[in-house]
Protein backbone atom coordinates (compact mmCIF):
# COMPACT_ATOMS: atom_id res chain seq x y z
CA UNK A 1 0.00 0.00 0.00
CA UNK A 2 1.73 2.95 -1.00
CA UNK A 3 1.45 6.86 -0.83
CA UNK A 4 -1.08 7.30 -3.49
CA UNK A 5 -3.43 5.89 -1.03
CA UNK A 6 -4.42 8.18 1.73
CA UNK A 7 -2.75 6.30 4.70
CA UNK A 8 0.65 6.91 3.78
CA UNK A 9 2.52 4.22 5.66
CA UNK A 10 1.97 0.41 5.49
CA UNK A 11 2.97 -0.46 9.24
CA UNK A 12 2.77 2.29 12.09
CA UNK A 13 3.71 1.88 15.33
CA UNK A 14 1.12 3.27 18.01
CA UNK A 15 2.34 5.36 21.55
CA UNK A 16 2.18 2.27 23.90
CA UNK A 17 4.91 0.64 21.41
CA UNK A 18 2.14 -1.89 19.65
CA UNK A 19 2.70 -2.11 15.92
CA UNK A 20 0.12 -2.82 13.07
CA UNK A 21 0.17 -3.89 9.80
CA UNK A 22 -2.33 -2.75 7.06
CA UNK A 23 -3.76 -6.21 5.24
CA UNK A 24 -6.50 -4.60 3.44
CA UNK A 25 -8.28 -1.95 1.08
CA UNK A 26 -8.56 0.92 2.44
CA UNK A 27 -12.61 1.86 2.40
CA UNK A 28 -13.75 5.78 2.56
CA UNK A 29 -16.75 7.40 4.13
CA UNK A 30 -18.15 10.31 5.85
CA UNK A 31 -17.70 11.96 9.03
CA UNK A 32 -20.66 13.55 11.03
CA UNK A 33 -18.34 16.82 10.62
CA UNK A 34 -18.30 16.35 6.62
CA UNK A 35 -14.39 14.84 6.59
CA UNK A 36 -13.37 11.87 5.21
CA UNK A 37 -13.11 8.33 7.14
CA UNK A 38 -11.11 5.66 6.19
CA UNK A 39 -10.89 2.18 7.31
CA UNK A 40 -9.02 -0.96 6.44
CA UNK A 41 -8.12 -4.45 7.98
CA UNK A 42 -4.96 -4.92 10.09
CA UNK A 43 -2.46 -7.00 11.69
CA UNK A 44 -1.93 -5.84 15.41
CA UNK A 45 0.32 -8.28 17.12
CA UNK A 46 -1.23 -11.87 15.99
CA UNK A 47 -4.83 -10.43 16.17
CA UNK A 48 -6.71 -9.47 12.90
CA UNK A 49 -7.97 -5.82 13.53
CA UNK A 50 -10.24 -2.78 12.07
CA UNK A 51 -8.36 0.28 12.06
CA UNK A 52 -9.90 3.92 11.56
CA UNK A 53 -8.63 6.85 10.41
CA UNK A 54 -9.31 10.57 10.48
CA UNK A 55 -7.81 13.99 10.04
CA UNK A 56 -10.37 16.57 11.86
CA UNK A 57 -10.29 18.90 14.42
CA UNK A 58 -12.17 17.34 17.49
CA UNK A 59 -12.76 14.18 18.60
CA UNK A 60 -13.74 10.79 16.66
CA UNK A 61 -17.42 10.98 17.20
CA UNK A 62 -17.86 7.24 16.74
CA UNK A 63 -15.36 6.86 19.97
CA UNK A 64 -17.47 9.72 22.28
CA UNK A 65 -20.69 8.03 21.21
CA UNK A 66 -19.07 4.15 22.17
CA UNK A 67 -17.53 5.14 25.40
CA UNK A 68 -20.19 6.60 26.53
CA UNK A 69 -22.80 4.07 25.63
CA UNK A 70 -20.06 1.29 27.25
CA UNK A 71 -20.00 3.81 30.90
CA UNK A 72 -23.59 3.97 30.46
CA UNK A 73 -24.58 0.23 30.76
CA UNK A 74 -21.73 -0.44 33.09
CA UNK A 75 -23.52 2.41 35.72
CA UNK A 76 -26.66 0.61 34.94
CA UNK A 77 -25.97 -2.92 35.08
CA UNK A 78 -26.92 -3.14 31.10
CA UNK A 79 -23.95 -5.52 30.63
CA UNK A 80 -25.03 -7.09 27.70
CA UNK A 81 -24.82 -4.30 25.51
CA UNK A 82 -21.51 -4.41 25.45
CA UNK A 83 -21.61 -7.61 23.50
CA UNK A 84 -23.43 -5.62 20.17
CA UNK A 85 -21.30 -2.75 20.09
CA UNK A 86 -17.82 -2.32 18.75
CA UNK A 87 -14.77 -3.01 21.00
CA UNK A 88 -12.47 -0.29 21.38
CA UNK A 89 -8.95 -1.53 21.58
CA UNK A 90 -6.53 1.66 21.11
CA UNK A 91 -7.40 5.27 20.57
CA UNK A 92 -4.85 8.44 20.30
CA UNK A 93 -4.60 11.44 18.44
CA UNK A 94 -1.11 12.71 16.88
CA UNK A 95 0.69 14.86 14.79
CA UNK A 96 2.57 13.30 12.20
CA UNK A 97 4.55 14.20 9.66
CA UNK A 98 5.46 12.63 6.51
CA UNK A 99 6.23 13.99 2.65
CA UNK A 100 2.98 12.91 1.62
CA UNK A 101 1.47 16.00 3.75
CA UNK A 102 4.61 18.35 2.65
CA UNK A 103 1.75 20.56 -0.02
CA UNK A 104 -0.07 21.07 3.08
CA UNK A 105 -0.60 21.50 6.75
CA UNK A 106 2.93 22.46 7.16
CA UNK A 107 3.73 19.03 6.37
CA UNK A 108 1.71 17.53 9.32
CA UNK A 109 -2.05 16.71 10.27
CA UNK A 110 -3.55 15.42 13.60
CA UNK A 111 -3.94 11.80 13.08
CA UNK A 112 -6.83 10.17 15.29
CA UNK A 113 -6.19 6.68 15.75
CA UNK A 114 -9.23 4.18 16.51
CA UNK A 115 -8.41 0.20 16.68
CA UNK A 116 -11.21 -1.69 17.17
CA UNK A 117 -11.66 -5.49 17.66
CA UNK A 118 -12.65 -6.93 14.65
CA UNK A 119 -16.17 -8.62 14.17
CA UNK A 120 -17.48 -10.45 10.96
CA UNK A 121 -19.86 -9.19 8.56
CA UNK A 122 -23.96 -10.36 9.16
CA UNK A 123 -23.76 -11.54 5.38
CA UNK A 124 -21.39 -14.45 6.59
CA UNK A 125 -23.64 -16.08 8.51
CA UNK A 126 -25.50 -19.32 6.90
CA UNK A 127 -27.82 -20.55 9.78
CA UNK A 128 -31.25 -18.59 9.63
CA UNK A 129 -31.83 -18.83 13.78
CA UNK A 130 -28.63 -17.33 13.84
CA UNK A 131 -29.50 -14.88 11.80
CA UNK A 132 -32.89 -14.17 13.22
CA UNK A 133 -31.23 -13.51 16.12
CA UNK A 134 -28.34 -11.58 15.43
CA UNK A 135 -30.55 -9.05 13.62
CA UNK A 136 -32.80 -8.75 17.14
CA UNK A 137 -29.89 -8.56 19.34
CA UNK A 138 -28.79 -5.90 16.88
CA UNK A 139 -32.58 -4.02 16.93
CA UNK A 140 -32.44 -4.62 21.17
CA UNK A 141 -29.37 -2.60 21.35
CA UNK A 142 -30.40 0.51 18.91
CA UNK A 143 -33.24 0.82 21.49
CA UNK A 144 -31.11 0.51 24.46
CA UNK A 145 -29.04 3.22 22.93
CA UNK A 146 -31.84 5.52 21.78
CA UNK A 147 -33.91 5.11 24.77
CA UNK A 148 -31.09 5.14 27.46
CA UNK A 149 -28.23 7.46 26.02
CA UNK A 150 -30.67 9.16 22.85
CA UNK A 151 -28.64 7.95 19.60
CA UNK A 152 -29.77 7.76 16.84
CA UNK A 153 -27.52 5.59 14.47
CA UNK A 154 -28.75 6.86 11.33
CA UNK A 155 -26.69 4.83 8.63
CA UNK A 156 -27.95 1.35 9.19
CA UNK A 157 -26.31 -0.55 6.23
CA UNK A 158 -25.15 -4.41 5.65
CA UNK A 159 -21.72 -3.33 6.42
CA UNK A 160 -22.28 -1.52 9.74
CA UNK A 161 -24.41 -5.18 10.85
CA UNK A 162 -21.49 -7.29 11.94
CA UNK A 163 -21.36 -10.22 14.84
CA UNK A 164 -19.23 -11.57 17.20
CA UNK A 165 -19.58 -15.10 19.03
CA UNK A 166 -19.23 -15.80 22.78
CA UNK A 167 -19.18 -19.39 24.24
CA UNK A 168 -20.82 -20.36 20.85
CA UNK A 169 -23.51 -18.39 20.64
CA UNK A 170 -23.61 -15.47 17.94
CA UNK A 171 -24.10 -11.74 19.21
CA UNK A 172 -25.30 -8.87 16.70
CA UNK A 173 -22.95 -5.69 16.44
CA UNK A 174 -24.16 -2.94 15.36
CA UNK A 175 -20.84 -0.68 14.13
CA UNK A 176 -20.59 2.56 12.02
CA UNK A 177 -21.59 5.37 14.39
CA UNK A 178 -19.86 8.33 12.49
CA UNK A 179 -23.70 9.47 11.53
CA UNK A 180 -24.72 9.02 14.87
CA UNK A 181 -26.11 11.77 16.51
CA UNK A 182 -27.05 12.47 20.00
CA UNK A 183 -30.37 14.25 20.34
CA UNK A 184 -29.91 16.50 22.71
CA UNK A 185 -26.69 17.79 21.73
CA UNK A 186 -27.08 18.26 17.78
CA UNK A 187 -29.48 19.54 15.38
CA UNK A 188 -29.91 16.70 13.07
CA UNK A 189 -30.68 16.73 8.99
CA UNK A 190 -33.05 14.59 7.80
CA UNK A 191 -30.59 13.22 5.00
CA UNK A 192 -27.39 11.37 6.26
CA UNK A 193 -25.04 9.77 3.94
CA UNK A 194 -26.43 6.47 4.22
CA UNK A 195 -26.78 3.91 0.42
CA UNK A 196 -30.29 4.45 -0.45
CA UNK A 197 -30.91 0.95 -1.19
CA UNK A 198 -31.32 1.09 2.89
CA UNK A 199 -32.70 4.63 2.96
CA UNK A 200 -36.73 4.88 4.47
CA UNK A 201 -39.11 6.08 1.69
CA UNK A 202 -39.96 9.21 3.36
CA UNK A 203 -36.52 10.50 2.90
CA UNK A 204 -36.90 9.43 -1.20
CA UNK A 205 -40.14 10.20 -1.87
CA UNK A 206 -39.56 12.49 -4.73
CA UNK A 207 -42.73 14.77 -3.87
CA UNK A 208 -43.83 14.60 -0.41
CA UNK A 209 -46.52 16.72 0.55
CA UNK A 210 -44.64 17.09 3.75
CA UNK A 211 -41.28 17.06 3.55
CA UNK A 212 -39.42 15.54 6.37
CA UNK A 213 -37.52 18.05 8.52
CA UNK A 214 -35.91 15.89 11.02
CA UNK A 215 -34.66 12.72 11.51
CA UNK A 216 -36.55 9.74 13.23
CA UNK A 217 -35.94 6.76 15.22
CA UNK A 218 -38.62 5.09 12.37
CA UNK A 219 -36.07 6.02 9.53
CA UNK A 220 -33.65 3.48 11.16
CA UNK A 221 -36.05 0.95 12.09
CA UNK A 222 -36.94 0.87 8.22
CA UNK A 223 -33.49 0.68 7.21
CA UNK A 224 -33.05 -2.43 9.60
CA UNK A 225 -35.91 -4.00 7.71
CA UNK A 226 -34.45 -3.64 4.28
CA UNK A 227 -31.31 -4.39 5.68
CA UNK A 228 -32.93 -7.86 6.46
CA UNK A 229 -34.46 -8.31 3.03
CA UNK A 230 -31.27 -7.64 0.98
CA UNK A 231 -29.43 -10.26 3.07
CA UNK A 232 -31.92 -13.08 2.90
CA UNK A 233 -32.79 -12.55 -0.77
CA UNK A 234 -29.47 -11.82 -2.11
CA UNK A 235 -26.72 -13.88 -0.06
CA UNK A 236 -26.66 -17.44 0.26
CA UNK A 237 -23.53 -19.67 1.99
CA UNK A 238 -22.24 -16.67 2.58
CA UNK A 239 -21.99 -15.26 -0.84
CA UNK A 240 -23.51 -12.45 -2.44
CA UNK A 241 -25.61 -13.97 -5.59
CA UNK A 242 -24.78 -13.22 -9.17
CA UNK A 243 -26.79 -9.94 -10.18
CA UNK A 244 -29.10 -12.12 -12.04
CA UNK A 245 -30.81 -14.08 -8.85
CA UNK A 246 -31.18 -10.57 -6.46
CA UNK A 247 -34.63 -9.83 -6.74
CA UNK A 248 -33.49 -6.13 -5.58
CA UNK A 249 -30.63 -5.76 -7.30
CA UNK A 250 -32.32 -2.42 -8.75
CA UNK A 251 -32.43 -0.51 -5.08
CA UNK A 252 -28.59 -0.29 -5.58
CA UNK A 253 -28.75 1.15 -9.08
CA UNK A 254 -31.54 3.87 -8.99
CA UNK A 255 -31.64 7.54 -8.09
CA UNK A 256 -34.17 8.49 -6.15
CA UNK A 257 -37.15 9.33 -8.20
CA UNK A 258 -37.36 5.71 -9.41
CA UNK A 259 -36.36 3.85 -6.19
CA UNK A 260 -39.01 5.77 -4.25
CA UNK A 261 -41.75 3.67 -6.48
CA UNK A 262 -39.98 0.44 -6.64
CA UNK A 263 -39.87 0.75 -2.66
CA UNK A 264 -43.81 1.01 -2.35
CA UNK A 265 -44.79 -1.40 -4.73
CA UNK A 266 -42.23 -3.89 -3.06
CA UNK A 267 -43.81 -2.69 0.71
CA UNK A 268 -47.67 -3.42 -0.79
CA UNK A 269 -47.32 -6.27 -3.15
CA UNK A 270 -48.80 -8.81 -1.54
CA UNK A 271 -46.57 -11.78 -1.79
CA UNK A 272 -44.76 -10.65 -4.70
CA UNK A 273 -42.33 -12.73 -7.02
CA UNK A 274 -39.41 -12.74 -4.24
CA UNK A 275 -38.58 -14.84 -1.49
CA UNK A 276 -35.39 -15.23 0.63
CA UNK A 277 -33.23 -18.18 -0.18
CA UNK A 278 -33.52 -21.93 0.58
CA UNK A 279 -31.40 -21.74 3.75
CA UNK A 280 -33.37 -18.54 4.98
CA UNK A 281 -37.03 -19.09 4.26
CA UNK A 282 -37.80 -19.59 8.28
CA UNK A 283 -37.30 -15.75 8.51
CA UNK A 284 -40.36 -15.24 5.53
CA UNK A 285 -42.85 -14.48 8.04
CA UNK A 286 -40.46 -12.53 10.06
CA UNK A 287 -39.93 -10.67 6.90
CA UNK A 288 -43.42 -10.43 5.50
CA UNK A 289 -44.73 -9.38 9.58
CA UNK A 290 -42.20 -6.72 9.79
CA UNK A 291 -43.43 -5.39 6.33
CA UNK A 292 -47.01 -5.01 7.42
CA UNK A 293 -46.35 -2.60 10.33
CA UNK A 294 -45.21 -0.20 7.52
CA UNK A 295 -48.05 -1.40 5.37
CA UNK A 296 -50.65 -0.85 8.02
CA UNK A 297 -48.73 2.92 8.88
CA UNK A 298 -48.53 4.35 5.59
CA UNK A 299 -52.11 3.35 4.96
CA UNK A 300 -53.07 4.70 8.15
CA UNK A 301 -51.42 7.77 6.86
CA UNK A 302 -53.03 8.01 3.84
CA UNK A 303 -56.42 7.40 5.61
CA UNK A 304 -56.36 10.20 7.87
CA UNK A 305 -54.83 12.64 5.42
CA UNK A 306 -57.95 11.71 3.22
CA UNK A 307 -60.52 12.15 6.07
CA UNK A 308 -58.54 15.10 7.14
CA UNK A 309 -59.15 16.64 3.14
CA UNK A 310 -62.99 15.70 3.10
CA UNK A 311 -63.83 17.27 6.27
CA UNK A 312 -61.58 21.00 6.11
CA UNK A 313 -60.71 20.94 2.07
CA UNK A 314 -57.14 20.95 3.16
CA UNK A 315 -54.37 17.34 3.13
CA UNK A 316 -52.81 17.92 6.59
CA UNK A 317 -51.06 15.62 8.68
CA UNK A 318 -51.86 17.61 11.73
CA UNK A 319 -53.29 15.54 14.70
CA UNK A 320 -51.34 12.44 12.93
CA UNK A 321 -48.72 10.27 14.92
CA UNK A 322 -46.21 10.62 12.06
CA UNK A 323 -43.11 9.97 14.11
CA UNK A 324 -44.69 6.21 14.59
CA UNK A 325 -47.07 6.23 11.43
CA UNK A 326 -50.02 6.42 13.97
CA UNK A 327 -48.08 3.18 16.54
CA UNK A 328 -47.69 1.20 14.15
CA UNK A 329 -44.03 1.37 13.68
CA UNK A 330 -42.11 1.72 17.01
CA UNK A 331 -39.66 -0.17 19.46
CA UNK A 332 -43.17 -2.16 20.59
CA UNK A 333 -44.28 -3.50 17.42
CA UNK A 334 -41.27 -4.45 16.25
CA UNK A 335 -40.17 -6.72 19.59
CA UNK A 336 -43.09 -7.94 19.42
CA UNK A 337 -42.67 -9.32 15.34
CA UNK A 338 -39.51 -10.56 16.72
CA UNK A 339 -40.97 -12.30 19.65
CA UNK A 340 -43.55 -14.40 18.14
CA UNK A 341 -41.76 -14.90 14.73
CA UNK A 342 -38.56 -16.33 16.11
CA UNK A 343 -37.95 -19.61 18.32
CA UNK A 344 -35.79 -19.73 21.12
CA UNK A 345 -31.96 -19.03 21.12
CA UNK A 346 -29.71 -21.13 22.13
CA UNK A 347 -28.59 -20.59 26.20
CA UNK A 348 -25.47 -18.87 25.79
CA UNK A 349 -23.61 -16.75 28.60
CA UNK A 350 -26.13 -15.32 31.04
CA UNK A 351 -26.62 -11.72 30.10
CA UNK A 352 -29.60 -9.52 31.44
CA UNK A 353 -30.56 -8.90 27.75
CA UNK A 354 -34.82 -8.51 27.60
Not at 133 to 162: D, K, Q
Not at 319 to 348: C, I, K, M, W, Y
Amino acid sequence: MGNAQPWPFDTFTLSDGRSFQLTDSVARSRCLDGGSLYTSRAILGSDSVVVKWCWSKTRMHAVRIIESAVSSAMAHGDFWIVDHLPHIIWYEERRVRHQAFEHEHGGSRILQLLVEEESRPLTELTNAEELGHAFLGIFRCYRWLYERCRVMHRNINLSNLMYRRIDGKVHGVLAGFDMAVVLNEHSYKPYPENPLAFVACDLIDPSPLFPVGRYLYRFDLESLFYALVLVTCHYEHGRLMPPEKQPFKCWHQLEPTCLFPEKILFLFDGLGTWKPRPQFLSLYDLILDLRELFQDGLKARDKFRWRKEKETGVVSDDGFNGDTLGGHVTFDTFEAVFQTSLRPSTPGRASAEP
